[in-house]
């Protein structure tokens, strides 16, 4: 199993980011998959997650309306569109296989300032 973040970076508050994760090493359709962050300090917490058939998503309330969560089966790779960021919002974010699998990614670095 292998997962790869990519798209951190250093944006303004107001502004926008698209994480992926590229999957491989399993049948990455047949699972739910979630993304997780964790801040200086802080433990790690769940932002987002998305079923595997049914597509459901789940978000943290903090992100509610700002964040959308996607996947796509085809790419084996699963989205994290972040809307209206904050300052609150910088993190080392990690891609999971689903909500309490083992399997993560390496994490790619958030950062919210003006």
């Known amino acids: 199993v292998r997962l790869v973040e990519s798209g951190g970076g250093l944006v303004q508050p107001g502004g926008s980011l698209r994480l992926s994760c590229a999957a491989s090493?399993?049948?990455?359709?047949?699972?739910?998959m979630s993304w997780f962050r964790q801040a200086p300090g802080k433990e790690r917490e769940l932002v987002a997650g998305?079923?595997?058939?049914?597509?459901?998503?789940d978000y943290a309330d903090s992100v509610k309306g700002r964040f959308t969560i996607s996947r796509d089966n085809a790419k084996n790779t699963v989205y994290l569109q972040m809307n209206s960021l904050k300052p609150d919002d910088t993190a080392v974010y990690y891609c999971?296989?689903?909500?309490?699998?083992?399997?993560w990614g390496q994490g790619t670095q958030v950062t919210v300032s003006s």
């Open positions: 999971r296989r689903s909500y309490t699998s083992n399997y």
């Open positions: 090493g399993f049948t990455f359709s047949s699972y739910a």
């Open positions: 998305i079923a595997s058939a049914s597509g459901r998503t």
